[in-house]
């Protein structure tokens, strides 16, 4: 009964937003309350299974009381909980921001039940212990995603998110392949049991090398890795701002955490240098392209979409040093300043989006050049752009400076120097497209006389922006306490 | 004068694009032939003992008779609930992007008549499928899908609803499989056995509740992505008083 107690709350994360979606659906006069409740309830469940796994370390429940293989197992150890514990905080700020900004009540209405079923396939992504669970999930996060990203109608919105659609399913029938791969050769579909079988049985190694590059080719496309991120921008750009805001935040990342969890748990024995550096170098063309385009976009939330692509290749980088690195304090330093900038990008990105798209709703347009006196008009906007922006550089005292710190450190440290310079560029870039979004939004009206206008958009913004730039990096020690809370193994 | 040199370029553009798409039918051919082999490889690596044989061994613990159902319903009951779900959000997809598109026109005399035909029985072979899912081949998906061509034949006899009943209680039908699913699911998690950890005793009960409101939702789900868009108001003005002309016997509505 104990234990039935503490591992409740990793079913809640997800049938709690099912629940909701289910009522949302059938009720939609009332979705923006039942779909706030629904969100305040997730929220909740997400935090008591932190704290849960913060006291008796890492979670694992097999559903329906069957032998492991035969079942689907749940699991929430440090790494899961991290990311699940960021994405529920910033999918409660867009759910707060969202349930003012849809005008039309048809669009109201189509978005919570869509949100909070993206919600559910993102908590189950993150506490999955199922291969092909995590396919499933995949799916639903790929439906709800493209919907979503199209809720605006617009002809470029639809275009974009067909095409995101289409190749989120190409992403996931390559990621199935794998899977079917390794089921064939291993009989199981369980996390744990799959990786216990690879690392015993060296003979099958052809099989778990396509498999790797089958799941990870299909999950690189999804994550928008360079050079499959073509379709991220437009996708990104036109969605909605909530939508916006949790694609660019929380859905690519979903991605990015599923390859670091195979590569890191499940493939690790077969996984050598010369693959991580092939990862890390795409992560860096990413970092330079993504930065680029987004110093060279005219608007801001195409920017911001840039933007995401050039995060997403910094958490690539940290593959090869990890690969080099033996076990012990500098690898924890490593593999925490990699969550700590994915964490950081979750909240800084949702907070920039949901502040773009204030910006947008109040000018009419998002041209970054004729963005003058936005800085009168909204200033808690301004402030949150600024703040979110400072923390995609990685000014200090922001939680990705001292995640950019680590990674250069551990680059110099393993001799791989070249990475250094990549950063370097990066971060270059970013503080020069982020100034220049805030050198055009100063304009010369006079100093306004209300720093807040309106509360329940800019707050969410405001609040998320000042997580990523305070709290991660002023207090992101507990981090390296939750991340060492790894599973024991498969049953 | 520019004439044959634009029908040279268009030639050539025309050929390097045949060239392009056969240099890809190759490399997928090779692909293909590369994973044919792992696959293989990976069928006599022998490393691991067979699923098959320990779920088979469990089938009469899981309440059903069909391994194929006890494994959709039962040792994988999670996966089939966020599969309803993915069912859901394509419909909700659906519906967030237009409105129905008004229907086909009214059917003539003879496809009336085979129309009021088919879907009772259609109706009832769903029905009989739902049931012998427990034992043989058949259960929630294969029922639901008779359901929904149901319905598709309903509409393209010219009900623009495809026989489903108002946007209000289509809501209901559409969400009935995730909320039974989770509903029991959470249910039986607060008595203590487990999230979906059905009672051996009460298993074949709750399966078959299960399956019957996944049915319901299925079916209602492919008929209303046949319709193509939201039955919303007004969509519904015309169409509602084409329904209400309609005869009766086209009125496919799965009450639960």
Redesign the interface.
């Known amino acids: 009964m104990y234990s039935n107690l503490l591992t409740d709350p990793l079913v809640l994360c997800i049938t709690l937003p099912l629940l909701g979606a289910a009522l949302t659906t059938a009720l939609p006069r009332h979705a923006v309350p039942l779909g706030i409740l629904a969100a305040l309830a997730t929220c909740s469940a997400a935090v008591t299974l932190g704290v849960d796994v913060w006291q008796h370390g890492a979670l694992r429940l097999v559903l329906g009381g069957w032998e492991p293989e035969l079942a689907i197992g749940l699991r929430a150890d440090g790494l899961a909980v991290a990311l699940a514990l960021m994405a529920n905080l910033v999918a409660l700020g867009i759910s707060v921001y969202a349930s003012g900004y849809f005008r039309d009540p048809e669009r109201m209405r189509a978005f919570w039940p869509l949100w909070l079923l993206l919600w559910a396939a993102l908590n189950g992504l993150f506490l999955a212990g199922d291969l092909f669970n995590l396919y499933v999930m995949l799916e639903l996060l790929g439906i709800t995603a493209a919907a979503l990203g199209a809720l605006t109608g617009s002809r470029e919105a639809v275009s974009a998110n067909l095409r995101y659609l289409l190749v989120g399913l190409l992403g996931s029938i390559s990621y199935l392949l794998g899977v079917a791969l390794l089921y064939t050769a291993h009989g199981t579909l369980d996390l744990g049991l799959v990786a216990r079988a690879i690392a015993a049985n060296d003979r099958l190694f052809a099989v778990d090398a396509a498999a790797l590059v089958l799941m990870v080719s299909g999950l690189a496309l999804k994550a928008a890795l360079f050079p499959l991120h073509f379709w991220l921008p437009p996708a990104h750009a036109n969605a909605p701002a909530p939508v916006s805001a949790a694609l660019s935040a929380l859905v690519v990342k979903a991605s990015v955490y599923l390859i670091i969890r195979l590569w890191l748990d499940l493939f690790a024995p077969i996984t050598g240098l010369a693959a991580a550096m092939f990862l890390a170098l795409l992560g860096a063309a990413a970092v330079v392209w993504g930065s680029w385009r987004a110093l060279r976009a005219e608007r801001l939330k195409l920017l911001a979409a840039y933007s995401t692509v050039a995060q997403i290749g910094y958490l690539f980088l940290f593959l090869p040093l990890l690969a080099v690195t033996p076990p012990g304090p500098p690898r924890d330093n490593l593999l925490a300043a990699l969550v700590l900038m994915a964490l950081t990008h979750g909240f800084a990105k949702s907070g920039f989006f949901l502040a773009a798209g204030l910006v947008q709703t109040n000018a009419g347009h998002d041209r970054i050049d004729d963005l003058g006196g936005t800085a009168q008009r909204l200033p808690a906007t301004t402030f949150a752009i600024a703040l979110a922006g400072s923390a995609l550089i990685g000014l200090p005292p922001s939680g990705s400076f001292i995640g950019k710190w680590l990674l250069m450190q551990g680059a110099i440290e393993s001799g791989q120097w070249w990475w250094v310079i990549v950063v370097t560029t990066g971060s270059l870039l970013a503080s020069a497209y982020v100034f220049r979004v805030l050198s055009r939004a100063f304009g010369l009206e006079p100093t306004p006389l209300k720093f807040v206008t309106d509360a329940r958009a800019e707050v969410p913004a405001l609040l998320l922006s000042l997580v990523a730039v305070a709290l991660l990096g002023l207090a992101s020690g507990p981090l390296w306490t939750l991340l060492a809370l790894r599973a024991g193994g498969g049953a | 004068m520019t004439e044959p040199a634009d029908w040279a370029r268009s030639d050539r553009a025309r050929e390097r694009a045949r060239d392009l798409s056969l240099l890809l039918a190759v490399l997928l051919a090779l692909l293909g032939v590369?994973?044919l082999a792992?696959?293989f490889?990976?069928?006599n690596?022998g490393?691991?003992?067979?699923?098959a044989e320990?779920?088979l061994a469990?089938v009469p613990q899981s309440g059903v008779g069909n391994p194929v159902t006890a494994v959709l319903v039962?040792?994988?009951?999670?996966?089939t609930?966020?599969?309803l779900?993915?069912l859901?959000?394509?419909v909700?997809?659906i519906?967030?992007?237009?409105p129905a598109p008004p229907g086909f026109q009214r059917s003539s005399a003879v496809l009336a008549g085979m129309v009021s035909w088919v879907v009772p029985l259609l109706i009832v072979t769903s029905g009989y499928m739902l049931w012998v899912g427990g034992y043989a081949p058949g259960g929630a998906f294969q029922a639901g899908a008779l359901l929904g061509a149901a319905g598709v034949i309903v509409r393209l006899a010219g009900d623009p609803t495809a026989g489903l009943p108002g946007e209000a209680v289509q809501?209901?039908l559409?969400?009935l499989g995730?909320?039974m699913f989770?509903?029991v699911?959470?249910a039986l998690?607060l008595l203590?056995?487990?999230?979906?950890?059905?009672p051996p005793k009460l298993a074949k009960w709750l399966i078959l509740l299960i399956e019957s409101a996944a049915t319901i939702a299925i079916g209602t789900a492919l008929a209303a992505a046949y319709v193509g868009g939201?039955p919303?108001a007004k969509g519904q003005g015309p169409s509602a008083g084409e329904a209400s002309a309609a005869p009766s016997s086209s009125s496919l509505g799965p009450r639960p």
């Open positions: 590369v994973l792992v696959y490889l990976a069928l690596g490393a691991a003992p067979r699923l320990l779920a469990r039962n040792y994988r009951a999670y996966d609930l966020v599969e779900a993915v859901l959000a394509a909700l997809g519906w967030s992007q237009r809501r209901w559409l969400v995730v909320l989770a509903l699911g959470l998690m203590g056995a487990g999230f979906l950890t059905y939201r919303s």
